[in-house]
């Protein structure tokens, strides 16, 4: 049989295998039955795996075999919203759901190995399976994954995929190039002098210094950034005081930066700091500026990889999305590409189920699950051409 038969016959196991894990979804570095689940799946198949780092899975086809290696990654973590689908396996676990196709991707990966695994005497290399825990919050999971790979060797190619929720089956996008932003945190802390409303004076405001500092940092892209290269700067919460007539000691302002060039962020923080620590010594306060690790790194396609992908996919008869504007949301897969060549890419996975919808984050998230045939069609024939041709 073919990987696209193999595949096709495999539908309804990986259809029954999102199920589940949508009934069941775990957040973020908390897939402990997700995890112990794979591993079961991968064990029924007699594929190798190592947990590695905190929970993420990495299954091997062929490993220690002569030839090229390519490595796919699925990520497998929920988010906390409460589902309101009435679906016959809805989340069973409150306030947790997978509202972002995480369930779908965790399946489709295992669909691929079981496919995959049934030829692997055909296959002129190995495979990496990597189940990734946390991706919804970032903070160093992909990059345990990579570390994994290139402690091994490395890898020749990496691929991964998303399903995406307002796009319909059957369009598939592999941009060249920049395809998603990097995403920083950052945190602003200005320190002041408590004290009583009617007696300012006596007091050092933290207010109004976490104030001109939030709107200065606000025009870095304008004032202080290279015009021809776009960041976003965008300041999300500001946290100060508990009663209306007591000044504050500190003032807090929360935030996120997106970027398409890696260290962009770690210039604009720089910038930020000088500002924050400026503005507020003019006030009489001091400021410190903490840059928090989510996604650091844009997701950027190796052009020849992706070249090679969009003409699998018109082979397939997918519909390939013109070239366009990279997202300026974010994925810790870019972590993957940029470390070893490869592509990631969107497929169309949009519901016509009444009362649901294809906005990612929502509690009426849905996707139509013959994406999912499609989604793995595609992931698994790419990684069997490539070790075969």
């Known amino acids: 049989m073919t990987i696209k038969e193999l595949i096709a016959q495999n539908e309804d196991y990986i259809i029954e295998m999102r199920r589940e894990f949508h009934m069941h979804p775990e957040l973020s570095y908390q897939e402990e039955r997700t995890s112990r689940r794979i591993c079961e799946e991968l064990e029924k198949m007699n594929i190798q795996y190592e947990v590695v780092g905190r929970r993420n899975v990495i299954g091997i086809i062929n490993k220690n075999k002569a030839g090229k290696k390519i490595a796919i990654r699925a990520d497998i973590d929920a988010l906390p919203v409460c589902e309101e689908v ?18 779908g991707h965790t399946a489709m990966l295992l669909g691929i190995a079981k496919s995959l695994n049934e030829l692997k005497d055909e296959l002129n290399g190995s495979v990496y399976l990597c189940f990734q825990v946390a991706e919804e919050v970032g903070g160093g999971a992909a990059e345990e994954c990579v570390e994994y790979l290139q402690a091994h060797g490395g890898v020749d190619q990496a691929i991964g995929t998303h399903l995406m929720g307002q796009m319909p ?50 025009a870095i892209p304008v004032n202080r950034h290279d015009p021809f290269s776009t960041v976003v700067v965008s300041p999300c919460m500001i946290n100060a005081g508990t009663k209306n007539n007591i ?42 500026v ?3 690790i989510m996604a650091p790194l844009p997701v950027v396609n190796d052009k020849e ?4 992908g969009r003409a699998l996919a018109a082979e397939q008869g997918l519909t390939v999305l013109p070239q366009g504007d990279p997202a300026t949301g ?15 890419c969107v497929v169309g996975a949009k519901s016509d189920l009444p009362g649901t919808s294809g906005n990612h984050h929502n509690a009426n998230f849905a996707i139509d699950e013959a994406s999912l045939k499609v989604g793995a069609t595609f992931m698994g024939e790419y990684a069997y051409n490539f070790l075969t041709k």
């Open 86 to 103: 009435d679906l016959p396996f809805k989340s069973q676990t409150p306030g947790v759901m997978h509202a972002c196709g995480h369930d």
């Open 330 to 344: 974010s994925d810790d897969y870019a972590a993957f590409v940029h470390a070893f060549k490869g592509f990631y």
């Open 290 to 292: 903490e840059r928090v």
């Open 247 to 288: 000044i504050p000691n500190d003032a807090e302002i929360e935030g996120n930066l997106r970027f398409f060039k890696a260290g962009e962020d770690i210039e604009v923080i720089d910038l930020m700091r000088k500002i924050a620590e400026n503005v507020a010594a003019a006030y009489g306060c001091t400021a410190e």
């Open 305 to 308: 990889a992706a070249a090679a």
């Open 169 to 218: 089956v059957g369009l598939i996008g592999i941009p060249d190039g920049a395809m998603m932003a990097g995403n920083t945190g950052f945190k602003i802390k200005v320190h002041g002098v408590g004290g009583h409303g009617s007696r300012p004076d006596l007091a050092v405001d933290p207010i109004r210094p976490a104030c001109d500092i939030l709107l200065k940092v606000q």
